[in-house]
């Protein structure tokens, strides 16, 4: 179904671009732009970005594997490790405490005018980046391949289909969702 948007390089990026506005607005509409939203989430007193992330998360893996399920993708994990996890998730959770902003929240932060994600965000990811890039060769050879896990998913993992992960921690995420809702209603 896919496969003339794979062959054609120009629409991939203009349907990118599409989506990556559309992302921006709707993180703008939800209000996870907004650095005060961001700091409530991080001193645990308002749950809107948890609660944008969790629909998300269940949006796209119920979606992801209905697609797979019906023959018009194929998946292809990326090997991981231990060490990349926690070395990406103290980077990760170092700016985003330092900052206010994570790299998707900086871009539609930028997109609705905040000087803070522009003047901190954007060159902060930017030095991230190039850090990293100059690093690899011997992050890759030592930390990021300290406990390699490889390119496997849960389900692979524990030899069952898709379906028997994906449903399960879909209804999970519902019910925490839920539970989120209620609990902040007066």
């Known amino acids: 179904m896919f496969t003339k948007l794979h062959q054609n390089g120009k629409m991939q990026l203009l349907l990118g671009l599409g989506l990556g506005v559309a992302f921006g607005f709707l993180l703008q509409k939800g209000g996870v732009t907004d650095y005060d939203v961001i700091v409530r989430q991080l001193l645990l007193v308002d749950f809107t970005v948890v609660k944008i992330m969790l629909s998300a998360v269940v949006t796209g893996m119920l979606g992801i594997h209905l697609m797979r399920s019906l023959g018009w993708i194929r998946l292809s994990p990326k090997p991981g ?5 926690m070395l990406g998730g103290l980077i990760f959770g170092a700016g985003f405490a330092i900052l206010g902003y994570c790299p998707g929240t900086v871009a539609g932060a930028i997109g609705s005018g905040a000087m ?22 011997g992050l890759n050879r030592t930390i990021l391949a300290w406990k390699d896990f490889g390119p496997v998913t849960l389900p692979e993992l524990l030899r069952v289909n898709p379906w028997a992960v994906v449903l399960p921690v879909a209804g999970l995420i519902v019910l925490l969702l839920y539970w989120l809702e209620s609990a902040a209603a007066p």
């Not at 490790?81 to 996890?85: C, E």
């Open 81 to 85: 490790s231990l060490g990349s996890s």
């Open 116 to 137: 803070d994600a522009l003047a901190g965000g954007l060159p902060g990811i930017l030095a991230g980046a190039a850090a990293f890039a100059v690093l690899y060769p």
